[in-house]
């Protein structure tokens, strides 16, 4: 399916050198937000107290993120649990207030708008097991790449899985880089949000890099930056309608999701918009800059009637 059908082969690796310095600009800047600022972490990571409640009726979550607010308390996160009645509601350690202190307080604020509310359970969540959680993400992360780098070196070759891991990379690290500079808060949502950028990039570039190698074997005459412009060209259309399809869905969760589900959206959206990016002009331009040959795809080629740069195409023999 194609939305359109492109002639002309685009020149994109005449430009390749031009876009990769952009893209390393503003890596370096995410990796100094990174440092300078670091990520504004939740209590999942940092540790805080955990309150179940339960209404008598569905609970209005903005009413009740409203309430918690009024008390001075910031980066709350309030969501539904098991029923619409049920709620969970996870606030960061304050300095000089117990959890048993935080968690009463909240109460009585809840009980000012309805009386029938009722504590089923109040704990609090540790910096140890906020550090578990961290390194946990963090194994999970490099579990991601590995796989993701054998899986490219197998299938095709390891130029590509160099190729793409920093493409993949990239996007992650300029994702991190949003959050630091604007401190929005880094939960475990947007750690899963991460995670499955990782896998839809990879996806872009293994459609290039499968355009690639098929054009390797149709076009003999053609030389490696016109095989791999004309691989960018010819996806383009099902790049659209991938990709766009994908950001409407991502669009209504940043919209209509509320606030649990908004910086996942964020997240994600960030990374489709740079996944394409760097899949077409990092993934790509550093592939040829590696020095990808027919000969790394293709161990033996021969000339096949019927091949479009072959000077007796449609001879009968």
Known sequence: MEFFK????????KHAVAFNAISFITFLAA?????????????????????EVSYSQPADLNAVRDQIAKLGFSDVQVQNFGTARDVMIRM????????????????NALKATDANVQLRRTEFVGPQVGDELAVDGLKALAFVIVGIMIYLAMRFEWKFAVAAIIAN?????????????????FSLPVLAAV????????????VIFDRI?????????????????????????????????TQLMVLSMLLFGGATLHYFALALTIGICFGIYSSVFVAAAIAMW????????????????????????????
């Not at 350690?93 to 109460?107: F, I, M, R, T």
């Not at 990379?169 to 808060?185: N, P, R, S």
């Not at 074997?217 to 030389?223: A, I, S, V, W």
Request: glycine content about 8%.
């Open 6 to 13: 492109i002639r002309k082969d685009i020149p994109f690796m």
């Open 31 to 51: 990796v100094f937000f990174l440092f300078s600022r670091g990520l504004h972490l939740s209590v999942e990571f940092t540790g805080g107290t955990l309150m």
């Open 92 to 107: 960061p350690a304050v300095k000089g207030q117990s959890s048993a202190q935080q968690s009463e307080q909240v109460l």
């Open 169 to 185: 990379l990239h996007d992650v690290v300029i994702i991190l880089g949003f959050f630091a500079f604007f401190q929005w808060e």
């Open 195 to 206: 995670l499955a950028v990782l896998g839809y990039s990879v996806n872009e570039s293994v």
């Open 213 to 245: 190698r098929e054009n390797f074997r149709r076009y003999r005459k053609m030389d490696t930056v016109e095989i791999i412009d004309n691989a960018i060209t010819s996806t383009i259309s099902r790049t659209i309608i991938t990709h766009g399809c």
């Open 290 to 317: 590696l020095g990808i040959r027919r000969e790394d795809l293709i161990k033996h080629t021969t000339k096949v009637a019927g091949d479009p740069d072959d000077e007796n195409s449609g001879a009968v023999v």
